[in-house]
């Protein structure tokens, strides 16, 4: 616990583990969206977010995409700030909501908008399927690796309580 001074009071302050988790998510989802954009969509040229109509559609998706990605890296920076300026930035649930929204983003790509939207695929006019396991488990991994991480800040707080 870190103390504040406050009109002359002492104040406990307690890393918050809410917003940190939520700073990670954002910042997760703005990575993992513009590390896609840029790599998959920009340089190797390999699919637009919207691949079922013209080139030009398929431009602007990645546009909407990628002004997505903004909003949530930013999103995430001002909730970091914001809990950095009030002494409640729990690291750990914020790491953990990075690697966990970058799991979720990852497989609900790989599996909702590749396969059962079919929005786009990682290639075409390839065997997608060594792309497709390397992709959804690859993702599957990151996921259950940010949810164990978050868990364990709930654990650790209630370990906190506990030994009041």
């Known amino acids: 616990m870190t103390k504040s001074e406050v009109e002359g009071a002492t104040v406990e302050r307690r890393p918050e583990r809410g917003r940190s988790l939520l700073a990670g998510a954002f910042l997760g989802l703005g990575a993992v969206a513009m590390t896609d954009e840029v790599i998959f969509h920009q340089i190797l040229h390999w699919h637009h977010f919207y691949d079922r109509s013209t080139t030009s559609a398929g431009?602007?998706?990645?546009?909407?995409?990628h002004a997505f990605s903004w909003f949530a890296t930013v999103a995430g920076f001002y909730l970091v700030v914001m809990a950095i300026r009030d002494r409640t930035l729990w690291v750990r649930a914020l790491v953990g909501g990075f690697v966990t929204a970058v799991g979720a983003f990852q497989l609900y790509d790989g599996l909702v908008q590749h396969k059962l939207m079919g929005l786009h695929q990682i290639r075409y006019e390839v065997d997608l399927l060594p792309y497709d396991l390397t992709w959804n488990i690859?993702?599957?991994?990151?996921?259950?690796?940010g949810a164990a991480m978050?868990?364990?800040?709930?654990?650790?707080?209630?370990?906190r309580a506990a030994s009041r």
Do not use: E, N, P
Not at 59 to 65: A, N, P, R
Not at 150 to 159: D, N, Q
């Open 59 to 65: 431009l602007v998706s990645d546009g909407l995409f």
């Open 150 to 159: 978050v868990a364990s800040t709930y654990r650790r707080a209630s370990v």
């Open 138 to 145: 690859l993702a599957a991994v990151l996921l259950v690796c």
